[in-house]
């Protein structure tokens, strides 16, 4: 069964990044919307987004997408008591540590890496390209490629995007979704531990599924092909028991 599906990119890239992604959606038959990040955190903004997203039976997001799209499922079952499927794809339900989740980027690390952005935004650009890269035997070769992708950026839209990564915490949201939900996270990722995958197998929500893939924190860029493989299997599988 074919799925109209809105697929939300990361933070600070564009969404040049998932382009073949999509296209390796579509060309499996599926329609596809992409769409950059947005400020979940103004209230009128993330309202646009869930009335645009509530006519999407699937919303995946890769990384601050992956927790956008938690938000906007949650906002949509709330709203609309529609029950849409969710995908993250290397997204942490909280990017960085609190009292409650603690398989995240400490405080402080962050906050070095928030003034850095303010010192020379490019600079702390390049740098985070790099770390989405890094982890895998590829990863001279993965920022290659990344470089070539990533788009200039509105500075307001990235920062707005840091105090979402900062401040959003969709781990409850997880916990209590009753919609199908499917999570996929890379071993070597150097910005989202893999051991968030223990964690949220620790949750009894009846509908949500958890896998371990090889490869960096881009592998919904570098491994496109196979990723969107499992996207596929999965929608199958859900269709059929549904």
């Known amino acids: 069964?074919?799925?109209?599906?809105?697929?939300?990119?990361?933070?600070?890239?564009?969404?040049?990044?998932?382009?073949?992604?999509?296209?390796?959606?579509?060309a499996k038959g599926h329609i596809v919307e992409l769409i950059n990040i947005f400020n979940a955190l103004d209230e009128h903004i993330l309202q646009e987004q869930v009335e645009k997203a509530k006519d999407f039976d699937v919303i995946i997001g890769w990384s601050l997408g992956g927790q956008l799209a938690t938000l906007l499922v949650d906002q949509i079952s709330k709203q609309f008591q529609q029950q849409k499927t969710l995908i993250t794809l290397a997204s942490n339900p909280s990017f960085v540590q609190n009292e409650e989740w603690h398989t995240a980027m400490d405080q402080l690390t962050f906050q070095n890496f928030t003034q850095s952005f303010?010192?020379?935004?490019?600079?702390?650009?390049?740098?985070?390209?790099?770390?989405v890269c890094q982890g895998t035997a590829t990863h001279k070769q993965e920022f290659v490629t990344l470089q070539g992708l990533?788009?200039?950026?509105?500075?307001?839209?990235?920062?707005?995007?840091?105090?979402?990564?900062?401040?959003?915490?969709?781990?409850?949201?997880?916990?209590?979704?009753?919609?199908?939900?499917?999570?996929?996270?890379?071993?070597?990722?150097?910005?989202?531990?893999?051991?968030?995958?223990?964690?949220?197998?620790?949750?009894?929500?009846?509908?949500?599924?958890?896998?371990?893939?090889?490869?960096?924190?881009?592998?919904?860029?570098?491994?496109?092909?196979?990723?969107?493989?499992?996207?596929?299997?999965?929608?199958?599988?859900?269709?059929?028991?549904?």
């Not at 964690?199 to 490869?215: D, I, P, R």
Request: net charge neutral; with cysteine; hydrophobic share 40%.
């Open 1 to 26: 069964m074919l799925q109209n599906i809105l697929l939300i990119t990361g933070w600070g890239g564009g969404t040049k990044l998932l382009a073949s992604l999509k296209q390796a959606l579509e």
């Open 118 to 131: 303010e010192h020379d935004a490019i600079a702390t650009l390049r740098k985070f390209g790099f770390m």
């Open 150 to 242: 990533i788009q200039p950026q509105n500075l307001d839209i990235i920062k707005q995007g840091l105090n979402c990564l900062e401040q959003l915490n969709t781990v409850s949201i997880l916990k209590n979704y009753i919609g199908h939900q499917y999570h996929l996270f890379a071993k070597q990722d150097f910005l989202v531990s893999y051991k968030v995958v223990e964690n949220l197998q620790n949750f009894n929500a009846k509908f949500l599924a958890v896998e371990l893939v090889s490869g960096s924190h881009g592998f919904p860029i570098f491994q496109f092909e196979s990723i969107t493989d499992k996207i596929c299997q999965y929608l199958q599988k859900i269709n059929q028991t549904s």
